[in-house]
């Protein structure tokens, strides 16, 4: 009989019963690096890791894994802030990422309580052919994996921006995954500071805290091309002037965000936004939304 411990590991085997062969991985303890436990771990298993900065670039290769630090055991943020990927030493010059989802990872491959920082992004097709750097703290492609509980920080696509080098905090290409409970502090791109949405993106984004990225366009989240995520119960600051979202092609939903911004909070070009009881709160010469946006967008005081 199984006890289930809804902040131990016990409670992965009562969602997923298949698991119960499922085995620890601890770093680095068991496997001195977070990549070669990766590497050697089975769906189902959870990789461990104990405090201290890892100067990696992790790829989690199509793992249906648990990668988590001791946060999921003691919840301290304490934890969360002294166990650091750090990307800035990478082997491979085209992987320059925190972390990388290309393998058609499913929401059972999940990323929790880490600070994920210094990544410069990962070498792949951004726009009708053309390639650049994107994705500098975490690329997700084709994969719609679980990120929850983490400080993604200080993350940034390469200058010069010249051209399109998306998602100083996430990149997400045609992919669902879940954004929850996490941090974004000043990262920087030339689109989307925080978070990329381009293109297909379906993620569902909730109770994140955005604060201080920069772009070029649209400094906090972008969604672009046939993009539908859904962006519900996050705090999103951006007291540069410039825009938090902006939504070309795409129908975001926006729920029950709160908005804080110098410029203009919600930009809409050949796309709608489906938002309702959001509040926005303009601190300067910005105002709320394009006429595009649609109604519904909730207290604008």
């Known amino acids: 009989m199984l006890i289930i411990r809804r902040t131990g590991l016990l409670f992965l085997f009562v969602i997923f019963p298949e698991w119960v062969s499922a085995k620890v991985i601890t770093v680095p303890d068991d496997m001195p690096t977070i990549q070669s436990a990766i590497e050697s771990s089975m769906d189902g298993d959870t990789v461990l890791v104990r405090r201290g900065i890892y100067y990696e670039n992790l790829n989690f290769i199509g793992k249906k894994i648990l990668l988590t630090s001791n946060f999921i055991f003691d ?91 998306p998602g100083g905090g996430i990149a997400i290409c045609c992919g669902s995954p879940i954004l929850q409970n996490n941090t974004f502090v000043s990262n920087s791109a030339t689109h989307g500071g925080a978070i990329s949405c381009y293109p297909s993106c379906g993620a569902l984004i909730n109770n994140n805290l955005i604060l201080d ?80 946006c649609g109604s519904g967008l909730g207290d604008t005081t």
């Open 75 to 165: 919840g301290l943020q304490e934890t969360i802030d002294s166990t650091i990927i750090d990307a800035s030493l990478p082997v491979d010059t085209l992987h320059r990422s925190c972390v990388l989802f290309q393998a058609g990872e499913d929401n059972n491959s999940i990323l929790n309580g880490f600070t994920l920082q210094n990544g410069r992004g990962t070498y792949a097709p951004v726009y009708f052919g053309e390639s650049d750097f994107t994705g500098a703290g975490i690329y997700c492609a084709n994969s719609s994996p679980t990120i929850k509980n983490n400080v993604i920080k200080n993350n940034s696509t390469p200058a010069p921006f010249i051209y399109f080098k």
């Open 213 to 292: 990225n920069q772009a070029g366009i649209a400094p906090s989240i972008f969604v672009y091309w046939s993009s539908a995520p859904t962006i519900i119960n996050n705090t999103i600051s951006d007291e540069a002037d410039g825009i938090i979202l902006s939504a070309y092609f795409s129908n975001p939903q926006l729920r029950n965000n709160t908005i804080v911004t110098a410029g203009k909070a919600i930009k809409c070009s050949n796309s709608s936004a489906q938002a309702s009881f959001n509040n926005f709160w303009l601190s300067g010469v910005g105002y709320v939304a394009d006429p595009q």
